[in-house]
Every structure is written in C-alpha cells, then in structure tokens.
Nanobody
Framework: QVQLVESGGGLVQAGGSLRLSCAASRNGFSINTMGWYHQAPGKERELVASITSNGNTNSADSAKGRFTISRDNAKNTVYLQMNNLKPEDTAVYYC???????????WGQGTQVTVSS
C-alpha cells in the first residue's frame, strides 16, 4: 500500500489561508495522479483538486481562483495552498494517490480544516 501522511489542517478565520501537505511512501508503487478531496458532515467526499505526475491539474469550481495544488515528485509530496477560506470550506481533507498497480486508489487518514465566520 502507498502510505499517505497529511499535515497542515487547523482552525482559521474566514479570509485566512492554510497549506496542506501530503507525503507519500510509495512502497514500490508507481504513483500517477495525486489529489485532495474533502468531506463535510453528512455529505459525499468530493474532489477539491488533483495533479498528474507531469503537472496537469484539475480542480472543483469552488476551488478555482482560491486554491492551488502543486507537487514535488522528488519528495513524493503534494501540496494544497488554500487562500480566502470560507466557512463552507470546513471539512475533513483527504489526500489521494492513484497508482498503476492494484489497488489503484490510496487514501490518507484525513486532516480537519475548520473555517470560522
């Protein structure tokens, strides 16, 4: 399994910023896409942003213009810079890695982001 360790969550006021980090231990797997998902209480887990190994990015409409995903392939680490945070961004944020080998989908333990109004 790929092990994903997230850090950087916390409590911030609306309009503030947070930077999430996710370090991957590949354990022999080849990682393709890495990304961030969030899940608010009572809601489905949703994609926030993702980035492929060659730097192509994809993001949810709610993240565009506020959140930036980046990746350091040498460190097997993905980052999510979140600016102008809103109370509706409050959720548990999960790091995800997609691999070329089964089981293809790997998740971190999640980190709580709380934005107060």
């Amino acid at each position: 399994q790929v092990q994903l360790v997230e850090s950087g969550g916390g409590l911030v006021q609306a309009g503030g910023s947070l930077r999430l980090s996710c370090a991957a231990s590949r354990n022999g797997f080849s990682i393709n896409t890495m990304g961030w998902y969030h899940q608010a209480p009572g809601k489905e887990r949703e994609l926030v942003a993702s980035i492929t190994s060659n730097g192509n990015t994809n993001s949810a409409d709610s993240a565009k213009g506020r959140f930036t995903i980046s990746r350091d392939n040498a460190k097997n680490t993905v980052y999510l810079q979140m600016n102008n945070l809103k109370p509706e961004d409050t959720a548990v944020y999960y790091c995800n890695a997609k691999t070329l080998q089964f089981p293809y989908n790997h998740w971190g333990q999640g980190t709580q982001v709380t934005v107060s109004s």
